[in-house]
Each structure stands twice: as C-alpha cells, then as structure tokens.
C-alpha cells in the first residue's frame, strides 16, 4: 500500500491563481481530511468527508473547497489564493466509525503564495 | 476556544533524560486521546494513544499519563535520545467526529 499520497510537494502561485492540491489512499478507509499547519498553530481542519459524496467544514474552511467523488480521493481547491493561505497541507485518512482507528497522514505540501 | 491547550512550546532535555509534555482539554465528550510525532519534512505519525478508561499506557520508552478528572494528559519519554528531537502534537476526538490537536511542542535532545 502506497498509504496517502500528496501532489505536489511544493507549490508557489501569485496572488489571485487558482489551483487543486491532489490527495489520494489506497486503503479503503471512509473518512479523509485536509489540514493546514502553520507555525505556532498545530494542525486545524480546513475541510472532512465521512465518505463519497459528503463533505463538510472543518474550523478554518474559507477559501477552499473539496469534493469526494470516490472513496480514494480528496481534492483541495484554492479558488484565489491569497498570502494568508501561505502554510503546509496535510491531507489524512481513518477507516470511520466509532473505533480508535489511526488518522493516517501524508507527506504534505507546502504551499507559498506571493 | 482552544479545545486541546499544549504546553510547554519547546522542550530541551539532555540525552538521557525525561521529556515531559502536558495538555488540557475542557469537552468531556472526547473519548479518543493520540500523540502523534513529526518529522521536519514529514506529515505527522501515530506515537501512542489512550482511551479515558485506562489512567497509563506505555509503549517502550514512551507513556501516556491521563488523568480523567483533571481533564489532563501527558506524554513522557523515558531516556530521550537525539533521534527523539521532533516536534510532538497531542490530540482529542469525540467519537465519529475529526481530531483537534494541540499546537505542538518542539523537543530538542542534546548530546
């Protein structure tokens, strides 16, 4: 199992540019999510989906937007890039339900937008 | 309102020795408390995790310490060694919801 992968792994966009940031898991599981790090911050949830078609927001959802077509992937969209969404992505992925399941991360993209 | 409070920010301790690394949390309905480790470079990873039924849980060189009524929870790591020089996120979740984490603490472990 390839586990979660993330594309790209760099990204730099002018302010304005639009652009998708690509997650996908191989390992069947319901549940996946995108987070942005920044210094200081932790990791706070941008957008969730229980499973394909559903989607929801997390705390700091304005700016993206995410669709779940299939159960392996969750892309994340910047719809105008703004400096404030300067940061790095996670994406992650846990089988659902009300078991203690490991959220799974991937490697993360690091986004910078001048 | 931050759910999950992490302290301290960043963490020295010298080969050898205890790391120690506190959080707090106020919802009473999180039923799920991981630590996860991270890597420069690299997305965060599963270390360890316990459930609000057990008060101690060790794994190896590291133990969660969880105190229910304290609304508590801590990560300590027996003979830190150099290689443990990351930065450490604890995290809460209430059941089938997402995980809030805390803002991570930096350790450093000089040789």
């Known amino acids: 199992n390839a586990g979660v992968t993330q594309t790209p792994k760099f990204q730099v966009l002018k302010t304005g540019q639009s652009m998708t940031l690509q997650c996908a898991q191989d390992m069947n599981h319901e549940y996946m999510s995108w987070y942005r790090q920044d210094p200081g911050m932790g990791l706070r949830l941008i957008h969730y989906?229980?499973?394909?078609?559903?989607?929801d927001q997390g705390e700091v959802p304005n700016g993206y937007n995410v669709s779940r077509s299939t159960t392996e992937d969750f892309p994340l969209r910047l719809l105008s890039a703004a400096p404030s969404q300067t940061s790095v992505y996670f994406c992650?992925?846990?089988?659902f339900g009300k078991g203690y399941n490991e959220q799974f991360f991937g490697p993360g993209t690091r986004l910078t937008v001048l | 309102q931050q759910q999950v409070k992490q302290s301290p920010q960043s963490l020295i301790v010298q080969k050898g020795g205890i790391s120690i690394i506190n959080c707090a949390y106020e919802n009473t309905a999180f039923d799920y408390f991981p630590w996860y480790q991270q890597f420069p470079g690299k997305g965060p990873a599963l270390l360890i995790a316990?459930?609000?039924?057990?008060s101690e849980k060790k794994e190896g060189r590291f133990t969660i310490s969880f105190n229910k009524s304290a609304k508590q929870f801590s990560l300590h790591i027996m003979d830190s060694q150099p290689g443990d020089s990351a930065t450490y996120f604890c995290?809460?979740?209430?059941?089938?919801?997402?995980?809030?984490f805390g803002k991570g603490t930096t350790l450093s472990v000089s040789s």
């Open positions: 995290a809460a979740r209430e059941a089938g919801t997402a995980l809030i």
């Open positions: 989906s229980v499973g394909a078609g559903i989607t």
């Open positions: 316990i459930r609000p039924d057990v």
């Open positions: 992650a992925s846990t089988p």
